[in-house]
């Protein structure tokens, strides 16, 4: 079983950066593709960035440019990160981490792939 903590989420201003964590426990989060997702009231959670085991990302086109997704797998770290640059106000979410458990090589972007989320944390940017 895995479980993931997600932490980092906070209010910015527009133009501003934050850097959001995903910590993974119960197993080692190297074999296993990861994904961030965000979620407004009213609206469906949406695909933001997705990592391969192997470090293959792929983005939403609306963060593309600015969001970074990486993967540090040291024992001791076992952990997945979302940088976010220039945030805009449209950015404000509640922001979720998910694994999808060991298997092909991919960077997926279908919440229906993935097989364990965390609580999510809240990011408020304000214009």
């Known amino acids: 079983q895995v479980q993931l903590v997600e932490s980092g989420g906070g209010l910015v201003q527009a133009g501003e950066s934050l850097r959001l964590s995903c910590a993974g426990s119960g197993r080692t989060l190297s074999r296993y593709a990861m994904g961030w997702f965000r979620q407004t009231p009213g609206k469906e959670r949406e695909f933001v960035a997705a990592?391969?085991?192997?470090?293959?990302?792929?983005?939403a086109d609306s963060v593309k440019g600015r969001f970074t997704i990486s993967r540090d797998n040291a024992k001791n770290k076992n952990t997945v990160y979302l940088q976010m640059n220039s945030l805009k106000p449209e950015d404000t979410a509640v922001y979720y981490c998910?694994?999808?458990?060991?298997?092909?090589?991919?960077?997926?972007?279908?919440?229906?792939?993935?097989?364990?989320w965390g609580q999510g944390t809240q990011v408020t940017v304000s214009s």
């Open positions: 990592i391969s085991w192997s470090g293959n990302t792929y983005y």
């Open positions: 998910a694994a999808h458990n060991p298997g092909g090589n991919y960077a997926y972007t279908r919440e229906r792939e993935y097989d364990y």
